[in-house]
């Protein structure tokens, strides 16, 4: 898949958060090129190219997530969600992170990610992140 220019997420699967999470599982988002994203109206947080927020076996992988810098921008953001592998994916030019986990309850891998010219941190780990996190042979 090729993704131009969209706002706020280009790529974006949220489970149900009502009352008790339902988590969305057996998530994969791979190989797909986003460029261009806008964010109009520069919401904060809950942005960027792939937004996965309540997913469970989550697997980001072979992305190439590039010139998206406007204000708050995340290449890619994961929020209260279990077992997440972000592996493999380039990260060019973003006007926020590179790649953001908040709240995650269970374990997560980040390994082989390539993030530069970020605006912020090239890979952030939220303070409620659980010590099941590895992070391994990543560039920036």
């Known amino acids: 898949n090729i993704v131009r220019g969209a706002d706020t997420a280009a790529i974006g699967v949220v489970g149900e958060s009502t009352v008790t999470p339902a988590y969305a599982g057996d998530i994969s988002i791979i190989g797909n090129i986003i460029s261009g994203m806008t964010n109009i109206n520069s919401v904060v ?5 792939i937004v996965i927020r309540f997913g469970g076996r989550v697997i980001i992988s072979d992305n190439n997530i590039y010139n ?3 204000t708050y921008m995340t290449g890619i953001f994961v929020k209260e ?3 997440a592998l972000v592996s493999t994916n380039k990260i ?4 926020s992170t590179g790649i953001f986990l908040n709240n995650i309850s269970d374990r997560a891998l980040i390994i082989g990610n390539d ?3 970020t605006l912020s941190a090239g890979i952030y780990l939220d303070s409620t992140v659980t010590p099941d996190v590895v ?3 990543n560039t920036w």
């Open 45 to 49: 947080g809950n942005v960027g190219a």
């Open 68 to 70: 998206s810098n406007s």
């Open 81 to 83: 969600s279990l077992d």
């Open 92 to 95: 060019n030019n973003v006007g």
């Open 115 to 117: 993030v530069n010219t």
């Open 135 to 137: 992070v391994s042979d």
